[in-house]
């Protein structure tokens, strides 16, 4: 079964299983078309690939490359990114983007990491192409000091380069805070970016910026107030996230559809953690809920959902939700497997949590 949903990670092309396994089908779709790259806002974990050669039953998980796919079993779309990077001292700029978006996006980040990337010119693809080339880094070896700072200097040359469209350094700032937040190092450059997002998307005209982005916008400055514990702030942010999200999914056409989906459903799981901090047990159940029924194929929401019912002391439902999850595979089986015995038992156990 878990396979066959998560296709797209050995195919570029299955489009059917969770959320997540659909946008790396349509990345590769347009990928094989020449068309520009779905701007999709998660990627896979560090240990996913491992999660997958371990879980899915295949031994096409335990793949370290792409190109460790036999020619024969490659699609359209898996050949043309092989070939990338066969040629990539050759691509141009641009192309070598795109070949790092399908790298990250299907969590071949030891492949990405170790390709060579030219030094940063003042232009948008490159300095998106050391950004990612430097988070390809951090997910294979780990973060420092000095990778934290190179982190915040290429997203900081995005945000202050007025040659760069408005969302592109919207979306750079909005990282930004969520950097300074993520570490709590600094809540004079937090204040800081926070300002500068909040000017970038009021200098703009009503309509300038998506409502996915605006969505994504509020998320991202949300996390400035939840670290400092101002809840009633967090919540007034994540309403405003949450109703365009909505409005993006009424208004979404078939190609931008999945991109408000996936959207969506990142301000649920957002708000479902915000509520929990706050201790809001109701609202969190609310929002876990929510986030399962709108990626019913993704494991990983059935296991925060059955996660949350063991702290509340709701074994036989957390056992229905942990073996929902086994059920439909990598990256959770083991660890949903694990736990729907601890609760048929009446014991837990730490286990670790799933990627």
């Known amino acids: 079964m878990a396979p066959y949903r998560l296709a797209a990670y050995h195919d570029l092309n299955s489009d059917h299983g969770p959320l997540h396994a659909r946008a790396v089908a349509d990345t590769g779709h347009c990928y ?11 990627m896979p974990s560090a240990t996913f690939r491992v999660a997958l050669a371990e879980e899915d039953g295949t031994g096409k998980g335990a793949v370290r490359d792409p190109r460790d796919h036999p020619a024969v079993c490659r699609t359209a779309a898996w050949q043309r990114l092989c070939t990338g990077l066969d040629a990539w001292q050759h691509l141009d700029t641009t192309e070598q983007l795109d070949v790092s978006t399908v790298l990250a996006r299907l969590g071949f980040w030891t492949t990405l990491a170790a390709l060579p990337v030219p030094g940063t010119a003042p232009t948008q693809d490159a300095l998106r192409l050391a950004h990612r080339h430097c988070v390809a880094q951090c997910m294979v070896t780990g973060r420092d000091p000095e990778m934290s700072r190179r982190l915040r200097t290429l997203l900081r040359g995005q945000a202050e380069d007025d040659r760069l469209p ?10 930004l805070v969520v950097e300074y937040a993520r570490s709590a190092d ?3 450059a937090q204040a800081y970016w ?25 998320r991202g400055v949300s996390f400035v107030p939840f670290h400092r514990g101002d809840h009633d702030r967090v919540r007034e942010m994540l309403d405003s996230s949450e109703r365009l999200a909505r409005t993006a999914l009424r208004a979404a056409d078939p190609q931008r559809l999945l991109l408000a989906q996936e959207n969506h459903r990142l301000v649920l799981m957002t708000r479902a953690r915000a509520a929990q901090a706050r201790g809001h047990q109701e609202e969190t159940e609310h929002y876990l809920r929510a986030t399962v029924r709108a990626d019913a194929q993704d494991p990983v929401s059935h296991v925060q959902l059955a996660d949350f019912l063991v702290l509340t002391g709701r074994l036989r439902d957390a056992r229905g939700s942990y073996r929902r999850a086994a059920a439909l595979g990598a990256p959770c089986t083991t660890y949903a497997r694990t736990q729907a015995a601890n609760c048929a038992a009446g014991r837990l156990t730490d286990a670790p949590a799933p990627p």
Do not use: F, K, T
């Open 32 to 42: 094989l078309a020449g068309l520009p790259l779905p701007p999709y806002q998660s």
């Open 166 to 175: 408005l969302p592109v350094r919207l979306g750079a700032s909005v990282n």
């Open 186 to 188: 600094s809540p004079a």
């Open 194 to 218: 926070q300002s500068a997002a909040q000017e970038l998307v009021a200098r703009v005209p009503h309509g300038a910026y998506s409502d996915i982005l605006l969505s994504a916008y509020w």
